[in-house]
């Protein structure tokens, strides 16, 4: 093909309203200038205490200066990327490259195996040459339960491949399928007929399933469907067991075919091997036990990686992905295309804010114009050469055709399978650099972010994609707790880098642009917020009690900066939500989210990296729940806040909440008796301020005092919090 008649397999366009946000950022600017005038210049001349409290607003409000600036980063410029399949397919349908895709999951009871293989399914079933797709599920939780689902699903995948190729369905995954596609169809007789037929053998599968799970074992009889149960005969427990790897559907085999006699894709299980000596780093080192693995077995160039909840929700994403691989002209330096993490169980108003909506949809597309969005972990095709470790030079590009005329093994898959155990054998990386220059970084608890910033470091961009029809979708936490706990760890895992030799700032200077170090920062330093935030929603109100003002009267021009920096920040950041796709209410409770987060998660998150930091505890890896109990999911459903359980995060929140409330109360019972309107005027801003405390947490009253569902604030909680503010306002009184 000549260059003349190249046409690019992807295009970039820089978003609209950019002149909007500049404008924002500018007048913004000015109104923080203001401030930190108004600061310096009405330093209180007397009183220690009012001194005190005044350095500490200013550092709060500087933290909050540096941070807004930060975030504009990812802000400046996003771009929008859109693929040319049908130019895709016209040049290189013949020699469209092999993709690995890999899917991790950890424990049968906290990721349901019918879940598990829902996703496998999905990704199965991509519209893409089938012989050419090799599916591989790490199981981490070593579980003879999530083999025999995985056993099922591949019995099932011979009508299920069809039937998607056939009625080009959507999504994949056939749980959301047949749930989102309540009525049978009728316009269409065979359609109509053949959906009959494969739902019911799903519903079957998915009951054989169930009964294994509900009686913890596989029955005998399902046992001598495959030798690979011997394993678990043998005594394999979830925390010692030799490697187990079992070529379920092996794509070289001619006879692996589906009820059309068309081939299937490679399938394989694996648990790599553990023993208690020896640290097994989580998904980190589950990856690259599969990076070594499949790299015997099927070694495409392309890897898809996905959470075991993270479903296929656009059976086209691979096509998508491979336009951004294989452009004659823009593609040689891209490592990895990362798709947002989109969640299918989200309410309508989002309670717990864990769609991340401004993230996936404004700021990866503005870190993309900085050099790459983060990996995310899920939803990321990545170049194996890149994920293997290796720097980008200009040499980096792949011929395509040759790779595609490649030969594949020719073991059998029983030899196959024997040989590659070693490579997922506990010592096979001693003394190697895997976990450190090679495939995914190893002692953070953000194995990804790391990972994908050490790509950068190394030469490469990454691409954020976001197509209309949404790639992937995942589960969200259901419950408060959850969801804290879920962010602890990120933020600890981003807190944690930021204060390693993996500094962006450092680590990063002279490999990545700056504006990347800066948006790396953003998250990287999200912890980093909660001393500030701490500081505002509790010196504040107690300031109101010791008769302290920290803020201009109400009657001074110097309101106005302040009334202009809060109202231009939280409209511009309501129409972003907007923007995004969410809605006023969704807004709020998201408002409500990032407030608790800072007040619990970022805590924590930073507690944690300093005792880690000083030897006293070990990194762990608490496993988002993607299950619920009925109860719970009901009140999920409805949008209630979930407190339910004990936990100190639960006294800070609580505490926080009723020391805003007493003081406001007092305050105003005070002006009410006095009726002393110069009071009002100097206390003014740090009324509205608790005032809105106050607003912000109105499940948490409900929460402590009006409800009497399993879900309210445990009563103990409920007494501590009262006592422990109480005591705060009469020791401030
Ligand atoms: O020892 C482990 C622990 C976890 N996992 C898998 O890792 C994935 C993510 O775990 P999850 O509990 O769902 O955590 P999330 O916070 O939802 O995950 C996000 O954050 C993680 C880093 O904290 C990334 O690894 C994930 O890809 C990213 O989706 C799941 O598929 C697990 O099965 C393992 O394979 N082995
Ligand atoms: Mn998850």
């Given at each position: 093909m000549g260059k003349d008649d190249y046409l690019p397999l992807f295009e970039t366009k820089v978003a609209k309203g950019r002149l909007l946000h500049r404008l924002y950022a500018v007048t913004m600017f000015l109104g923080i200038l203001f401030i930190c005038v108004y600061r310096v210049n009405h330093f209180?001349?007397?009183g220690e205490l009012k001194r005190w409290a005044w350095i500490g607003s200013y550092m709060a409000e500087l933290w909050y200066i540096l941070y807004w600036l930060i975030t504009q980063s990812v802000r400046w410029s996003p771009v929008y990327r859109s693929t040319f399949k049908e130019r895709l397919s016209r040049r290189y349908e013949k020699v469209l490259p092999g993709i690995d895709i890999f899917v991790c999951t950890a424990d049968p009871v906290l990721e349901p195996p019918v879940m598990v293989i829902n996703t496998v399914l999905s990704v199965m079933a991509y519209d893409y040459p089938p012989e050419k797709l090799n599916v591989y599920l790490s199981d981490d939780g070593g579980s003879e339960l999530m083999f025999y689902a995985l056993l099922e699903a591949s019995q099932f995948s011979k009508i299920w491949l069809p039937f998607c190729r056939k009625f080009k369905v959507e999504p994949r995954s056939p749980v959301v399928y047949f749930s989102s596609a309540v009525e049978t169809p009728v316009d269409n007789v065979i359609f109509a007929k053949e959906w009959r037929t494969i739902k019911n053998l799903f519903e079957e599968m998915k009951g054989r399933v169930d009964v294994a799970m509900k009686l913890g074992r596989v029955p005998d009889e399902l046992r001598?469907?495959?030798?690979?149960?011997r394993e678990w005969e043998l005594g394999a427990s979830r925390r010692d067991h030799q490697t187990i790897l079992e070529i379920?559907?092996?794509?070289?085999?001619?006879?692996?075919?589906?009820v059309e006699q068309k081939p299937l894709p490679t399938l394989v299980y694996m648990a790599r091997e553990k023993r208690p000596q020896y640290q097994h780093n989580f998904k980190a080192g589950a990856m690259n036990a599969l990076i070594r693995v499949s790299s015997r077995i099927s070694n495409s160039k392309i890897i898809l990686n996905v959470d075991c909840d993270q479903y296929s929700n656009n059976s086209e994403s691979v096509r998508d992905a491979v336009c951004f691989f294989m452009d004659e002209e823009m593609s040689h330096n891209i490592a990895y295309v990362q798709y947002p993490q989109y969640l299918n169980?989200?309410?309508?108003?989002d309670v717990y804010g864990n769609l991340l909506r401004v993230i996936n949809e404004l700021e990866f597309p503005g870190a993309d114009a900085n050099g790459g969005p983060l990996y995310i972990g899920s939803g990321c095709f990545h170049r194996r050469d890149a994920l293997w470790g290796e720097k980008y030079d200009k040499e980096s590009k792949i011929d395509w055709t040759k790779e595609n005329g490649k030969v594949r093994v020719k073991e059998s898959a029983n030899v196959l399978e024997e040989t590659c155990k070693i490579l997922a054998g506990?010592?096979?990386?001693?003394?190697?650099?895997?976990g450190k220059e090679m495939g995914l970084k190893y002692g953070c608890p953000v194995e990804d972010i790391i990972t994908g910033m050490s790509i950068q470091c190394r030469g490469w961009r990454s691409v954020s994609f976001n197509p209309e029809r949404r790639g992937f979708m995942g589960v969200a936490p259901t419950s408060l707790l959850q969801s804290l706990v879920q962010h602890t760890r990120w933020y600890e895992g981003h807190i944690q880098i930021f204060m390693s030799k993996y500094c962006p700032l450092f680590y990063g200077h002279g490999n990545i642009p700056l504006q990347l170090q800066i948006s790396y920062c953003c998250y990287n330093l999200w912890a980093a917020n909660c001393l500030a935030t701490l500081f505002y929603v509790i010196v504040p109100p107690l300031c109101l009690l010791k008769d302290i003002t920290l803020f201009p009267q109400l009657s001074s021009p110097w309101v106005l900066p302040y009334a202009y920096v809060f109202i231009a920040k939280y409209s511009y950041s309501l129409g972003e939500f907007l923007w995004s796709g969410g809605t006023l209410k969704g807004w709020y409770n998201d408002q409500r989210m990032w407030l608790y987060k800072r007040l619990t998660s970022y805590l924590y998150g930073i507690y944690g990296t300093v005792l880690r930091s000083l030897g006293f505890s070990k990194l762990s890896f608490d496993i988002t729940s993607k299950v619920a109990d009925d109860d719970v999911s009901l009140r999920y459903e409805q949008e209630i806040m979930e407190f339910g359980t004990v936990s100190f995060m639960f006294n800070i929140l609580a505490t926080i909440a009723l020391l805003n409330l007493l003081a406001f109360i007092w305050i105003m019972a005070r002006l009410i008796i006095n009726t002393r309107t110069k009071e009002a005027d100097s206390y003014a801003l740090q009324m509205i301020l608790s005032g809105l405390v106050i607003v912000i947490n109105r499940p948490v009253y409900v929460g402590l005092f009006f409800r009497t569902d399993r879900?309210?604030?445990p009563s103990s909680i409920t007494y501590q919090s009262l006592i422990l503010a109480t005591l705060a306002c009469l020791l401030a009184l």
């Open positions: 209180p001349a007397q001598k469907q495959h030798k690979g149960f379920l559907i092996d794509g070289r085999d001619g006879n692996a075919v589906d169980n989200v309410t309508k108003n506990c010592s096979y990386e001693e003394n190697s650099q895997w879900g309210r604030m």
